[in-house]
């Protein structure tokens, strides 16, 4: 299995993105899906995640009510709709993928930056 994230790019504040994250093989239906940020210095931190099975979704406290996880099974495809973007989301994001939702989330994508201008 392997991830390519896309659709970073620069947005002013208050704007909107969405971020896709395309995965290879057969067997994306049986992967929860993650999307995770890195910004300059700081470690990488959870932004919201999506079950393989039921399509329960989880989000950190800092992004709750801006961004929607979602996926499309028959695409091979998790998403990431960030809107009303604030400086401080500036960061590379990523996507991982963690089999039946368990363990940790291997393998990772490539990452793809976002950069809120104030």
């Known amino acids: 299995v392997q991830l390519q994230a896309s659709g970073g790019g620069l947005v002013q504040a208050g704007g909107s993105l969405r971020l896709s994250c395309a995965v290879s093989?057969?067997?994306?239906?049986?992967?929860?899906m993650g999307w995770f940020r890195q910004a300059p210095g700081k470690e990488r931190e959870f932004v919201a995640a999506?079950?393989?099975?039921?399509?329960?979704?989880y989000y950190d406290d800092s992004v709750k009510g801006r961004f929607t996880i979602s996926r499309d099974n028959a695409k091979n495809t998790v998403y990431l709709q960030m809107n009303s973007l604030k400086s401080e989301d500036t960061a590379v994001y990523f996507c991982?993928?963690?089999?039946w939702g368990v363990g940790d989330y291997h393998p990772w994508g490539q990452g793809t930056q976002v950069t809120v201008s104030s």
């Open positions: 999506i079950n393989w099975n039921d399509d329960n979704t």
């Open positions: 991982a993928a963690r089999l």
């Open positions: 093989g057969r067997t994306f239906s049986s992967y929860s």
